[in-house]
Every structure is written in structure tokens, then in C-alpha cells.
């Protein structure tokens, strides 16, 4: 099958060249002048973020074995057509809908607080390197919700495995401070490690900004893009204070569930679900959304 096979898995093939680019950043920030803004490497914070990407390649591989089922039989019963898997305008095209798709996930998951939950855990870090790429949620179920569309559409599922792989690959890459503005016309269409900071920053300008995978033009699209105005403060808005993995992963699905049940109405505690991060009963969506302090409960990143 060629999702399992290492030399058609793009990021298990690139797994060494993240340990080498960890190591020479890490090699960088210890032996080479630097900005005194840049924080470097933390040893706790880093060693949360390695175990946290280690429990994502045994979550991800649930992920892929259990979609891909689903994916196999919409594609053989419900697709109208099948494309081809040896062209290269199929998979240009995969590659760049696949994108699309991905910025729309990873808009969902930041606006509706049960995604937040399982999405918060990457942006928990208050250090920006290569390290943090590491810090993978162990819950990618939303990925599933947005890539469903593609089997119907006729690609084939494996496809989508390896489209996915090279889009992580390149995203790795994006986790770091000592790459500064690029040239124009990459910054202008790619998401770049500038791009990204913005992104990781919890500063109210910065907060729900620049969705992008590979290509920052959606961002640009859809009125999300905001250009690095100064060094981001990395982290969420209320900092989480812990290196327990665990707890990352899985304590703000226990304070959803705290909130859903101490609810009295059902709207409230469906609004818990669906509304953003830090919704209160009685507020609109709108009000919902607008930048708060940061010592408001909207634990945001």
C-alpha cells in the first residue's frame, strides 16, 4: 500500500533531514551571533514538543488506517469518475485543492472551540523553532471532515496521504527564527517562516492570522493575512504553565466538558461546542471573536 511505504510516505522520508535541520538550528542558536530577541532552545519545552510528535505518528496512523477505509469506499461507490494517478496536472491539482482544504481546517479548528481543544496543544510553546513543528495534536479528526470531499471528486485515497505528506514537510520548515523576510514574490505567494511566526504569536494583532499551508495566497484571499510587524510573543494568550503532555493534549477537552455540563440550557452548551474559544452564553458569534485581553479566558494562540 503506498501510504505505508517509507519511500512514498514524504514525511517519514524527510524524518532525517528534521533531525539534521533541528540539530544545525540548535548548533546555530548555541555558536553563532543572534539576535538578543531570539529565545533558542528551551530543554523542557523542546523534549514536550519531541514527545508530543511522537505521539502523533501513533495517532496519525490510526488517523490514516480508519479514514482511509471510509475514503476507499466513497471512492469506489460513490465516485463518478476516477483521475489518473501517473499525471502530473492531477496531482497539481490535488496538491494545490489539498492546500485549500487544509487552510480551511485549520481555520475551523482555531474558530470553533471543540477544534481549538485539539489544535491548541501545537500552539502551547513559548519558543518558536524546529521543535515546535514537533508539537503534533494527538486528535486530527477535523483533517478527515475537510479531505472528504476528494475521494468524490476522484482522486485516488492513498493520494491524498502523500499530497498531505509534502505539505507537513514543507510546513516543518516554516518553524523558525533564524530565517527573516524572503524574497518578495515568495513572501508575496508561499507561507514562509515569517508568515508563520505571525501565526504561533498571541499578541491581539496577530491572533487568528495567516491559516496558510503552503501557499499564503489564500490568507490573502480571505482577508486572514497580516505581514510580521515586530517579533511575535509566542504562546497562548493565557499561558498553560505545564510540560505535562497529557495535560497539553487533553485539558481543554475536560474544561469543555466542565463548561458543557454546568450549562443549563441546551444552546448554551451547544454553543460551547461551535462557538470560538472563550464564548460566553448570550454573546453573538461576532462578539465572540473580537480580541480580548489576555487575561480573559480565551486561551487563544
Wanted: no cysteine; net charge positive.
Amino acid at each position: 500500500m503506498e501510504l505505508l511505504d517509507p519511500l512514498k510516505n514524504p514525511t517519514l522520508a524527510a524524518a532525517p533531514f528534521f533531525v539534521l535541520t533541528l540539530l544545525i538550528e540548535l548548533a546555530a542558536f548555541k555558536w553563532l551571533e543572534s539576535d538578543g530577541d531570539l529565545r533558542g532552545y528551551e530543554t523542557k519545552d523542546a523534549r514536550t514538543s519531541l514527545l508530543m510528535g511522537i505521539g502523533s505518528i501513533a495517532s496519525s496512523a490510526v488517523f490514516k488506517v480508519a479514514t482511509l477505509v471510509v475514503f476507499v469506499a466513497m471512492s469506489v461507490y460513490l465516485a463518478p469518475w476516477h483521475l489518473p494517478t501517473d499525471t502530473w496536472w492531477s496531482w497539481a491539482l490535488l496538491v494545490v485543492g489539498l492546500d485549500l482544504a487544509f487552510y480551511l481546517q485549520h481555520r475551523f479548528v482555531h474558530r470553533v472551540r471543540i477544534g481549538w481543544a485539539a489544535h491548541q496543544a501545537h500552539h502551547s510553546s513559548e519558543y518558536f523553532n524546529f521543535s515546535t513543528a514537533l508539537r503534533q495534536k494527538w486528535n486530527p479528526w477535523a483533517e478527515a471532515i475537510f479531505w472528504a470531499p476528494f475521494p468524490l471528486l476522484g482522486f485516488e485515497p492513498w493520494m491524498l496521504y502523500v499530497a498531505f505528506g509534502f505539505n507537513l514537510v514543507f510546513q516543518f520548515f516554516q518553524h523558525t527564527e533564524r530565517i527573516g523576510t524572503m524574497w518578495r514574490p515568495i513572501e508575496l505567494v508561499f507561507n514562509t517562516p515569517s508568515h508563520h511566526r505571525v501565526h504561533h504569536g498571541s499578541d491581539p494583532e496577530y491572533l487568528d492570522k495567516n491559516y496558510a499551508g503552503i501557499f499564503i495566497v489564500w490568507d490573502r484571499m480571505f482577508g486572514t493575512f497580516q505581514r510580521e510587524l515586530h517579533r511575535p510573543t509566542y504562546g497562548l494568550t493565557v499561558p498553560v504553565g505545564t510540560y505535562n503532555v497529557l495535560k497539553l493534549q487533553y485539558g481543554p477537552f475536560v474544561a469543555l466538558a466542565r463548561d458543557v455540563r454546568s450549562a443549563r440550557r441546551w444552546r448554551d452548551k451547544v454553543g460551547y461546542v461551535v462557538m470560538p474559544p472563550g464564548w460566553k452564553p448570550g454573546e453573538h458569534r461576532a462578539e465572540a471573536e473580537q480580541p480580548r485581553e489576555p487575561a480573559a479566558v480565551r486561551a487563544r494562540g
